[in-house]
């Protein structure tokens, strides 16, 4: 039987902004993959390249920034 491929999805969510959308989409029970892991930030203008970078090498699938 083949496995099936599942990303690990890193996200980092800016405080003032996405964050309060996925605070929302969690209170209304909306589902996401658990494979999706989500680091709040204060403002997602300070994330810094190099942490995408060592992220993508540690061995997430992808890597989103969302403000």
Known sequence: MAK???PKILAF???WC???GAD???VSRFQ???SVRVLRI????RVDTR???????S???AVFVFG
């Open 4 to 6: 099936t491929f599942v």
């Open 13 to 15: 969510l800016c405080n």
């Open 18 to 20: 996405s964050y309060a």
């Open 24 to 26: 929302l989409a969690g």
């Open 32 to 34: 996401y993959p658990p």
């Open 42 to 45: 204060m403002c997602s203008g």
């Open 51 to 57: 942490f995408i970078v060592e992220e993508r090498q």
């Open 59 to 61: 061995g997430f699938d």
